[in-house]
């Protein structure tokens, strides 16, 4: 089935990523996009979702891509989306999805079917080491959900003068 997708979409809890990784390793083809939504949470080691784990290649992103087969082309996106926005896209799904990678053709996949989102707007983030700084804006989304008692926070990107 892996084999087959043009799109993985990687979105487990990061103490999965590793396992998650090396069991898709012999499915996938060259050429073939796999999107990182994994982020590295405390909660791996039974800590806090306001807060991240260090990891050695820089963000999950980049250490899903060390580990993937030569020819797989890993974009970073969704990582600070709520689930329950993207769990009923009936509604319009009101945030940015930064999308960063360092293939342009796959990141230009995963920004327009981030733009079929309802509501989304799909903001390239440039290569896949911002996913360091992506990814720790979750834990900061994580931290005024609690705050605010909701679970729907999410990120506007102003300035931009882009519809989409
Ligand atoms: N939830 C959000 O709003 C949100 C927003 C942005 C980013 N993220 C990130 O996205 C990732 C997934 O978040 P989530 O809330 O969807 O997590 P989750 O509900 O705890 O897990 C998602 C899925 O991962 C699989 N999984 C869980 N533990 C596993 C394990 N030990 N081995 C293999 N697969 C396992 C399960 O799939 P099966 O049920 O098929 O087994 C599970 O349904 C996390 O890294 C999180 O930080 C989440």
Known sequence: MASKADILVVTVPFAALPDTIKSLKSFIKP???VVNVTVPLETAVGGSATRTVGVWD????EFASRFL???????SAFNNV???LLNDISKQVDCD???CGDDADAKKVVLDLARAIPGVR??????LSNSRTIEQLTALL?????RYG???AGLRITGLHSST
């Not at 820089?58 to 992103?61: L, T």
């Not at 799909?122 to 290569?127: H, I, R, S, W």
């Not at 994580?142 to 609690?146: G, K």
């Open 31 to 33: 050429g073939q996009i």
């Open 122 to 127: 799909g903001v390239d983030a440039g290569p």
């Open 82 to 84: 709520s689930a329950e």
């Open 97 to 99: 999805v930064l999308v």
């Open 150 to 152: 909701v679970k729907t």
């Open 58 to 61: 820089g963000s999950a992103g």
């Open 69 to 75: 087969p030569k020819g797989a082309r890993l974009v």
């Open 142 to 146: 994580v931290s005024l959900n609690i």
